[in-house]
């Protein structure tokens, strides 16, 4: 298992940008599959983005595809999602999450229960 915080969250403007991160703890960060999901209030949680391991495989929700960018940095066991254009839709609470099965694989997985580990989540308020 892994343990994993989240920061980086506030209030925006549309329009504007926010960088997540997520700090991972334990041995299993660098071989994770690690994804990003969000939940707005009265709503279910729902996929954003997914990546492999190595960072060589990402995956988007439709919704995010070309505004948001995920990304990893395995030194610091770090999970990044670089939000740009940033709408009011896209607030919600913003979680990070790590799919251990996925280890050292070079495809990548969306649905909510094959991740095993999860953050506490991060509020993420975007103002019209």
């Known amino acids: 298992q892994v343990q994993l915080v989240e920061s980086g969250g506030g209030l925006v403007q549309a329009g504007g940008s926010l960088r997540l991160s997520c700090a991972a703890s334990?041995?299993?960060?660098?071989?994770?599959?690690m994804g990003w999901f969000r939940q707005a209030p009265g709503k279910e949680r729902e996929f954003v983005a997914v990546i492999n391991w190595s960072g060589g495989t990402t995956y988007y929700a439709d919704s995010v595809k070309g505004r948001f960018t995920i990304s990893r940095d395995n030194a610091k066991n770090t999970v990044y999602l670089q939000m740009n254009s940033l709408k009011p839709e896209d607030s919600a609470v913003y979680y990070c999450s790590a799919d251990h099965a996925a280890r050292s694989m070079a495809v990548v997985r969306f649905h909510e229960e094959d991740f095993g580990s999860w953050g506490q989540g991060t509020q993420v308020t975007v103002s019209s």
């Open positions: 334990g041995r299993t960060f660098s071989s994770d599959a």
